[in-house]
């Protein structure tokens, strides 16, 4: 019986059992955290060799570049040549950089405002605004970005294949104000959505009224399939040059949930004409980044199909910890129909929305019973969901025993906020 | 005999004869090159084994951080602790970076445009102008971040104890678009000068028009000395704090040319205020920099009292290299009277002045033999020496023989170009 077909003094009832649970495992203390995106140490344990002899006697590039000195601006070619494939593109259309994706996001942003992209009639800091649409939910560190740069966002809603892109397209066409949009094309952060052929193709043939319009297509799991095959979705660079667009679109990926978040590589791809204007613009920013750890990188998995075995060994790891979240979910929850989640093939999270206004109750009565949550609202514009119902659900953290602790209180926390919320109405 | 005291017929006699001598040099198709201040192979050597064995197996960090995950923005607590000793602040006074140094002074500036530094009464890229104060010579890549970002320049003598601070006081003091200056206070570049206790003194105690002025005080040589002692300049921290200006300080650090430029880890220092308000800054832009790298830099260096110990490995390399040129320089130009250079205590430079108006052909004449040298003018805003005199000579990368063989050819250039400028008046 779902709690909608419930009276209100069975909801009560349950309300109050829910309550009493709850306070149960209050009282045990714990401390679990299912918040953000990371790796456990055993993940991180299947890249320790690039840590220890890897570049034993040997910091010399394939073609001759000593890695612990100066110069390589847009980094070794063996590091191209291992992530070329990755993300699809070619050899003139990539730029190795430091340990951080996020930063080179910001960092491309940055210089956008204060010095223009390839295109711009003029830095974006000197238009009377600028204006970002951020397909929602979504990823709270790009929307943060925008709010540091005090960019003015345009929440457009996710659907099943991407991002709504009738909206999209009338927005891009009409406001010359709109200079981007950030994408997460392969498992949306935190959908879990794979944009369609068709979605993708519409991007490439947008006709922005701003002619320095760029898409911020940050392909962060791309290789991070939970079954077997990494989804072939249009490579939107090869889509971009047929419509027309070559230099609409920004590619950013990194190893940061391949190797270490603390210390992988990152990475850049674009039309050669951005590359080469990016690396003008990034010449008085630095000398080059870190060599010797893309050298890691390239010596540690040879080629992009030994990053592809690699990944299978982080999917054994995590793929139980996805199954444990949503078969608890699916015991807890669905039998009362309270709430709905996305069943995701890749990435690293679960999208949970719970009855309207119950998500920051709910992840406030995790909090007291000792379970961290993203922050409700942390996946819209400005950190404000409208319908105050979405969470993001991080299970590769936290060790299978502690998840499954933690997915059982949070089913608990659902059951009272929405019981609760039912019966104000 | 100097040149000046030859009648013309001699100097014609003598210029003819020196011309042949470096015909000679071309005909041998040398390739040597004294441009950038670039460590050698050798001296890259000393820290292989920080490729090794040095995380073997041990990957937490001393209170408990897996230096391969996510988090601490601000950098690992070992490493600051190994680097606070050597930019003189304290432990909530530093925050340990990326690779470069360099990159770490173009985000703060670009962070400055466009979002202001503590103090800011709004962004500088909303400000009608922004100036800035370069002591010249001094370092290319400096005055080409503020070319990057449209900064007017303006140049300021460097004396044999600092820049002239005079000029420094009179113009911060009474134009408010003055927001900062560029110091190298150790070893500048290219100059060697090391900056005076009245020099530091004078700069703590600057009274700026501009609320939110900034010395960059990149302190890139700190504990590069080529005698026995790390000269104790005045901590500019101290002092400013003394001074009531707590804030006006930004010191940068780099272990570029002690461990490895293109693996190394940068450094901010500066007031626990202003380092709050850059990590708040920061935290937009990275979840952290690499901390593998850091951890590796505090195990292998373990103190500061080993990473100067190290330096003197590195001086046993380059010291031989330094008086090469300056025998050289003094065996074949004193006598003739033909140019000054410095005989600098550290760093990584030879700064020559020839006779005004022979610097580009200097450098001209260098490279049709075979010698690369950094460009004439590199070491004033905009490229401009005004009196085409300054060149930077960087004798580290080659090897002995080379460099040998590279100074000698130089001589013969300023031999050349003497004998001709003085021919033409």
Not at 6 to 26: H, P, V
Request: negative net charge; contains cysteine.
């Amino acid at each position: 019986m779902t709690l909608n077909e419930l009276s209100k003094s069975e909801l009560k009832n349950f309300l109050e059992k829910q309550q009493k649970i709850l306070d149960g495992f209050k009282a045990k203390g714990l401390k679990l955290d299912m918040s953000r995106g990371k790796p456990s140490a055993e993940q991180l344990d299947l890249s320790n060799e690039m840590l220890t002899h890897c570049l034993d006697g040997d910091h010399i590039s394939e073609n001759g570049v000593d890695c612990r000195n100066y110069g390589v601006l847009d980094g070794i070619y063996e590091a191209k040549r291992l992530f070329m494939k990755m993300i699809g593109v070619g050899r003139w259309e990539i730029i190795i950089g430091g340990n951080s994706s996020l930063q080179m996001m910001y960092d491309v942003l940055a210089k956008a405002m204060l010095l223009g992209v390839k295109d711009s009639p003029k830095p974006w800091c000197k238009c009377e605004k600028v204006k970002w649409l951020c397909p929602a939910p979504g990823y709270d560190r790009h929307f943060a970005i925008c709010e540091a740069f005090g960019i003015e966002m345009i929440t457009v809603p996710m659907l099943d294949d991407g991002p709504d892109m009738d909206m999209v397209e009338r927005l891009v066409s009409t406001d010359p104000d709109i200079k981007g949009i950030w994408c997460v094309p392969r498992y949306a952060n935190p959908t879990g959505v794979v944009y369609s052929d068709r979605v993708v193709t519409r991007f490439a043939n947008l006709r922005p009224a701003a002619p320095d319009f760029r898409i911020f297509w940050d392909d962060a799991y791309c290789v991070h399939s939970l079954d077997d095959n990494v989804p072939n979705i249009l490579n939107i660079l090869d889509e971009c040059k047929h419509a027309g667009n070559p230099n609409m679109v920004l590619i950013f990926a990194s190893t940061s949930k391949i190797s270490f978040p603390g210390g992988g590589v990152a990475i850049i791809g674009a039309s050669e004409e951005n590359i080469n204007f990016m690396k003008e613009q990034m010449s008085y920013q630095t000398i080059g980044y870190d060599k010797l750890n893309q050298l890691r990188h390239a010596k540690f998995f040879k080629t992009y199909e030994g990053i592809l075995e690699h990944m299978k060994k982080h999917r054994a790891i995590i793929k139980p910890k996805f199954e444990a979240v949503l078969q608890t979910l699916e015991r807890e929850l669905a039998p009362i129909g309270a709430g709905e989640w996305s069943d995701p093939k890749g990435g690293y999270f679960i999208s949970f929305n719970g009855l309207p206004g119950t998500a920051k109750r709910i992840v406030s009565l995790c909090k007291e019973a000792g379970v961290t949550l993203t922050p409700a609202g942390a996946t819209f514009p400005y950190g404000v969901d409208p319908e105050d119902r979405n969470i993001r659900i991080a299970p590769t953290y936290p060790t299978l025993d502690e998840l499954k602790a933690a997915i059982e209180i949070f089913c608990v926390a659902v059951k009272v906020a929405t019981a609760e919320k039912m019966l104000e109405e």
